[in-house]
């Protein structure tokens, strides 16, 4: 399997599995949440950077963060 090129280190996402209880995790298993948290990131990122320019802003807030990630 080929190296995680991604911003979510394959080694993170196996510690937050781990904090959640697993006691065994497959590299796989590692690979796949960081792909799906990256994926859920930056969905709230790019919200987060509508609501900034909504408001006039180019700087993106912890607020627009936290409402990004109450939006649809």
């Not at 080929?2 to 993170?12: A, F, L, R, V, W």
């Amino acid at each position: 399997m080929p190296k995680n090129k991604h911003p979510i280190p394959n080694t993170s996402a196996k510690k937050i599995l781990e904090a959640a209880g697993a006691e065994r995790v497959s590299k796989e298993a590692a690979a796949e949440l960081a792909k799906t948290l990256e994926e859920i990131a930056l969905d709230v990122a790019k919200k987060a950077a509508e609501l900034a320019e909504h408001a006039g802003r180019k700087t993106i807030l912890g607020k627009d963060v936290r409402l990004a990630t109450r939006t649809k």
